[in-house]
């Protein structure tokens, strides 16, 4: 693999001129299947939901980006996330963070419960909840950091020296951060998962999801589950992703540069109870951010001092650049009510116990002039 500094990586990696026409972009290879010249002898190629060679020049961006050994590619995030899990068998166990993506706890507790999997979820923002909740079932620890949507931080290093001490994998969900900001596997991860809709497509155009390892088993563990279960992207798909990693690097400064300023002017407003991101000094975990991430990103969320429904409703429903949607890490603003919308699928109980109230305000914070943003939240803040 070659050693670039990551502005060039993130450029170069996966890509290289197409040997028959000299393309600087790989070409969209828009074929289900490929000719033998006799029954075996082929190029590397036999059937597009196996190989493809679009997304094997994504899947060799994705590792190199993540300082990886091997990436695959897959249809969306819950798609990759759900390749991770059929690794394991019935009675096995999965120590999950509390606070997480909303459509990860719905595959765990809705789909896989039903096989015979257990999933424990623990504040993983202290590791060693991690090692209490540890058992000889334990195969398997799934942690987001930063959390959607509280913005909680987990040391990576801590949990990953507990799961390499008791034999079970560790893989780390750095949708939040992308791989500019933080990189998992260096930290002692197994696998790094990403929904490459957000941060690594960047223009909320694609959907599409990865995993990224160092171990050539478990590589081909995956590959045979993305293989044998076919939640592949198309090549249309990967094209996109390959197109929007050229500017992560770029976009990524200007979403930390905007996610500093507009949380800094949340925390200051009179109206506004409180502000989750990870970059405040005075965040129990700061330190362990500041260790392992290299910017604290465009994600935040806030709570109004007036969190009645209505009040909530009437903000979410008054801005004009930050648009009301799902989904994140676009060049552009949106904003986000995670108890209605990304995070419904969770139970209400299960939400307010562990700190995501009804009125919380979740925001992925754009690459527009910072100004414009601040202005368009003050007026529909009031």
Same mark, same amino acid.
């Given at each position: 693999m070659k050693v670039w500094k990551s502005a060039t990586k993130y450029i170069h990696a996966g890509m290289?001129?197409? =040997?028959? %026409?000299?393309?600087v972009m790989v070409p969209i290879y828009q074929t289900s299947t490929f000719v033998q010249e006799a029954p075996g002898k082929h190029k590397g190629f036999e059937y597009a939901r196996s190989q493809n060679p679009t997304r094997f020049a994504l899947e060799e961006a994705y590792a190199q980006i993540e300082h990886g050994k091997y990436a695959l590619a897959f249809s969306s995030g819950v798609a990759a996330t759900d390749a991770v899990i059929k690794l394991l068998q019935p009675g096995?166990?999965?120590?999950?963070?509390?606070?997480?993506?909303?459509?990860?706890?719905?595959?765990?507790?809705k789909v896989f419960e039903k096989f015979g999997i257990i999933f424990t979820f623990v504040d993983t923002t202290n590791a060693e909840?991690?090692?209490?909740?540890?058992? =000889?079932? %334990?195969?398997?620890?799934?942690?987001?950091?930063?959390t959607n949507p509280l913005m909680n931080i987990?040391?990576?290093?801590?949990v990953a020296a507990i799961t390499k001490s008791n034999n079970c994998l560790l893989c780390v969900d750095n949708t939040f951060a992308s791989p500019h900001l933080q990189n998992p596997l260096t930290l002692g991860a197994d696998i790094v998962m990403h929904s490459a809709t957000k941060y690594l497509g960047g223009h909320s155009d694609v959907i599409q999801g990865c995993l990224i390892m160092n171990d050539k088993q478990l590589r081909d563990d995956l590959y045979f589950i993305q293989k044998s279960c076919g939640a592949v992207p198309g090549p249309q798909d990967c094209f996109l992703v390959l197109r929007g990693i050229k500017t992560l690097h770029v976009r990524m400064q200007r979403h930390c540069e905007n996610g500093e300023k507009i949380a800094h002017w949340l925390r200051k407003h009179p109206k506004v109870a409180k502000v989750y991101w990870p970059g405040f000094e005075d965040n129990k975990n700061f330190a362990i951010a500041k260790k392992q991430m290299h910017g604290f990103g465009g994600m935040l969320s806030f709570e109004l001092k007036n969190?009645?429904?209505e009040e909530?409703?009437?903000?979410?429903?008054?801005t004009h650049l930050f648009s009301l949607a799902?989904?994140?890490?676009?060049?552009?603003?949106?904003?986000?009510?995670p108890a209605s919308m990304t995070h419904a699928s969770i139970p209400r109980k299960e939400r307010i116990k562990n700190g995501l109230n009804d009125g919380l305000i979740r925001l992925s914070v754009g690459i527009e002039d910072a100004d414009d943003l601040i202005e368009d939240l003050k007026n529909a803040i009031g």
């Open positions: 290289e001129p197409d =040997a028959s %026409t000299g393309a096995d166990e999965v120590i999950a963070a509390n606070d997480m993506y909303g459509g990860t706890y719905r595959l765990f507790t909840n991690v090692s209490k909740a540890i058992s =000889a079932k %334990t195969k398997l620890v799934w942690i987001e950091t930063p987990t040391d990576i290093e801590a969190d009645s429904i909530v409703n009437r903000v979410l429903s008054t799902e989904s994140l890490g676009g060049v552009e603003s949106l904003i986000n009510h």
